[in-house]
């Protein structure tokens, strides 16, 4: 099933696996390792989600007339199937002008991007026999590849060549991509042309008579009748005016109305005979914001961040690394000698720092390394950080060190669209991930505080969290703390009589408090108090101050002066003031007494004075 | 100004009301409907103990170191201008009277003058005196009327009494200061 079932967080946001990184957010689409699909309505129920690396490659539709943008994405063959296919696919590749493929429908205008998307095609593998440099075909995984995986033989000698080689050739091809132009591979709808070109496999989306009206951001148009590269988004090319529009549809773009509410994801089933997967998803952009979108999902195709996973993250300084001039640290087979004494300390400190020059060396090289190695760098600056002040709190450095944890998890602003409705977005986004920091069970930020915590208390804590970067603005914090409500979150924001504003659960509701406070009060009545109490305690029971409170629920004084003064108010505690200060008392006051004993009182005087 | 202050120390027992043991029902209450239970109950706790002592008129300055306002046991006193908040509720129900503008002495009415008035009448009515002429002095002072609640009652109240039964035509006072006398119909 190319679709899945996702789980969510707390926050209602998809969870992440490990390593697992969250590229880019779009209102109700989001593109992660994966693109992510969270229903609004009914979030539990229908999510859903696609493996980017189940993607074999994607389509950029720009919107035309009533229809939106859309980016269609073409699953994988399963794996069932793809014996047959691959073979096709890697025939296909280095000679795609030359057939149709058997699979393509003449009849849909739509036209394959020039340049293939996928990143294993630009990895070459040279046979050992003939030193042909053959293509490392589209579907070969390296994750998945094993010697039982059919290879394509040599295009030019037909041997076969060995696994080893073409696994190397194709690693080598996904590292090398990140330096290149990401351009290069970029789809580039070409408009107009009739011949038949071909088509990939397993395309099970028809588009309508729309065809490709419109070119990615930052590709040019070629003009079929005299070959100038216009600007995507003129109509008409710019030298002979030839229309840049399909001939067979209406000129004059619509701005397509838009459609308030957007529907959850509908499987397109389209069976085409003799096709064994035929699924497509179309992720339609009514919204807009479809470029940057198609962007992202470009950058993060081309850089298949996948297939890195469970590769080792950081060289480790081994032998190799240190060639001679550490002699003796390693056998001659690979392994590490053990040595003793100071020599060993020292040689150690030596290898640590080989690595930490690797680390930063690697991450410098330019930005792009450097996002992709930000967890490395952030947990080396600790560990910096660490050997050289070990003078704060405990408390503080185990925050810290979940600083890079929470890197991992925040969302930036550079992550939305610059869309009109990124500012909101964003304040979502940060909502959610304020509910996520909240309610992460091992960080226990709200546990910790009792289950409330002061707003203010909580934005210094986040941003603490964050580890110094991507700090959030109070204004958009607050903002982000009240959109809680809106998007059903397990927090609320709550506001106290005097306007602090404080952070609990949702579940936690003032009388909930109340009960709590009495239920602890009523205990006071049954334990006999420390010192001598001028007054029935057993009746009364005893006042409490809110710094009794506070260290009685773990609040902060601030809370637990306001969560009592709002128990006064709803009449269920009363007042007394005195040199020891405020204490609150259940509220004796109001109650009736259960005999009416002035009455009493009265009546027993007369008859005492008759 | 005798009969202001509460009798020092009474044979009475008086029994105090299950909040005089409160600590918090001597400080002010915030909290509006809190506020106003404090009020009626500091309103009935002023007057049962003003009936139960006598007292007719009273004075805050020296009340608030009796022990009315002046829990001893608790440590705990109601301030001046509490007290005087809960006499103006009196006030307002209509259990006490400000004597004179500064707020200093009240009357209490746990009893009405309407109502003593009645008393009076009542008792004059029982022991047949009516036609008879008594003096004041008699009428509060006297043996004959101990057994009553106005026995003892503040000279001032008894006038104010007196003379809601002159206006009803039930009584006669003459006599000039202390001499005075009256008479019932």
Redesign the interface.
Known sequence: MFLKHIDLTTALRPAYLPDEVLLFVQDSVGLYEGICYVDNADPRKNSTAIDLKDVDRFEFYAGFLKSSAKITLVPKPSKRSSVQNRSISSLNTPSRSATASPLSRSESPFHLPAAEPSASSSATWICPICSFSNPVPSNFDPVTASAHTPLAPCLSCGIKPPLALVLKAAISGATNRSSQSTSLRSPMPVRGRADSSPRLPSDGTAYGNGGDTNASTGASFQCPRCTFLNHPSLLSCELCGAPLLSQDIPTGLDKPTPRNESPGPTLNHLPPPGMESNESIKLSFRGGGEKIFHERLKGSMTQRKWLLQGAPPVPKSTRSDNGPAVPGTTTPTGERIKSAGIAGLEQRRMEVRKNNELVIGNAFEDLEALMASAKEIVALAESFANSSGSSGSSEASALLAQSANALGLVTTKDMLGSGSSSESLYLSELARNLAEFLTDDARGVLRKAGGIISLVDLWAVFNRARGGVELVSPTDFEKAARLWGKLKLPVRLRQFKSGVLVVQGSDRTDEKTIKTLLAWLKDLHAFPPDEEL???WQ??GR?VTAQDTAERFGWSLGVAEEELEMA??K?AL?????IEGL?Y?E????QD?PTA??L???V??NT??? | MATTAPPPTTTTSFTFPREYHFPPFFSRQTQATTHHAQCSKWSALIRAYSRAHKVFKLSLIDALDGELFHNAALHKRLSLEDARDMLDFMCREGRAEWIGAEKNVAWIWWRSPDEWAAAIADWVDQTGQKNSVLTLYELTESEATISQEFHGMDPELLQKALSILVKRGKAQVFGQEDQQGVKFF
């Open positions: 001028s007054w029935d009746m009364f006042g006064e108010e009449g009363c007042r007394e003031e005195s204490k008392w509220n004796w006051i109001v007494e004993s002035e009493a009182v009265v027993g005087v005492s004075m008759i």
